[in-house]
């Protein structure tokens, strides 16, 4: 299975980067940009029975050491391979769960 892990800081805190990429949009021409956020993104390939027991794992890895609880949250993703493309090495997945904020 694949999980794809998306930190992001939580709105309440001040976010310079994606302050600095907003403006510099704005400069190049960009102008219906409203606002940018910036954010981490992870991908990981879970070794599990099922998808909820992915999505566990996941988020006990996100709680640890993905994302700072204090400043950031995160979305999670999860993806369980069909066995054709597991065994043919293909990137088509098939999705089993949208995505949890936590």
């Known amino acids: 299975m694949r999980a794809r892990v998306f930190v992001t800081l ?46 566990r794992l996941v988020s006990e890895a996100a709680d640890k050491l993905l994302a700072n609880p204090v400043i950031e949250t995160y979305r999670i993703e999860i993806e369980e391979r069909s066995a054709t493309a597991a065994s043919t090495a293909r990137s088509a997945t098939t999705p089993v769960v949208a995505g949890v904020t936590k």
């Open 10 to 55: 939580k709105p309440s805190v001040f976010d310079p980067q994606g302050t600095t990429v907003n403006e510099a949009l704005h400069a190049l021409g960009y102008s219906a940009v409203k606002d940018v956020r910036q954010g981490k993104y992870f991908e990981l390939e879970i070794d599990a029975a099922s998808a909820e027991e992915a999505r």
